[in-house]
């Protein structure tokens, strides 16, 4: 009995190291990735098209944010009958909800630290683009308002996401499984043109 429970708990434990190193590694690349691409896109656009470039970037993290909420508070139950009725989405479902962990991990972690720390250097590009474009007496205060307008909307903006995923964690939770079937429909699509 000692030695099963030992055997688990180092099996476990071993899971845990391997979840994150991916989860580094992941991040690292990812991150850098979108970093570089974010940044070449609003140095070439721009002022409108930079601020609606932030915009996406901080409406992601929330989105994320939302759905990593929305999976840590569902119930499983509802969707087994779902999958029984052979309803879009509900088996993705619920490997999310028994992945809850996981899935609340990437979505509220890796891919909300990754919009944070974007949408903060997208804000120092904007407000590099403001002060070249008009004069200011003090421009490290467009820089301030910047940062502070993009911090304000984040954390508003997820806010208002949690309550929204705690009260319907179910429908979000099922937009997200078919959001996951669609994109395996499509996969499997792309797939048999290859083959042929």
Known sequence: MGKSDSTSSKRE?????????TIFVITLFVSGAISLLS???LSRSGMAAAFIILFVIVLVGILFDVVGVAVTSA?????????????????????????AERVGSICNDVV????GVISGSA??????????HF???????VSLLMSALV????????AIGKT?????????VHWAGRAISVWHGFLGLFRKKRKR
Not at 13 to 21: G, H, N, Q
Not at 80 to 90: F, Q
């Open 13 to 21: 434990s071993k899971k845990t190291v391997r979840w994150v190193i």
């Open 123 to 132: 804000s120092a590009v904007i407000a590099s683009k403001i002060i070249s």
């Open 164 to 172: 929204y995923a705690i009260k319907s964690c179910t429908s979000i």
């Open 39 to 41: 940044e070449e896109l």
């Open 135 to 141: 004069t200011f007496s003090w421009p490290n205060v």
């Open 112 to 115: 909300g630290d990754i919009c």
């Open 75 to 99: 119930d499983e139950r509802p969707f087994h009958s779902m999958a029984a009725r052979k309803v879009s989405g509900a088996q993705e479902a619920i490997g999310l909800l028994r992945n």
């Open 151 to 158: 911090a304000a909307t984040t954390v508003g903006g997820k």
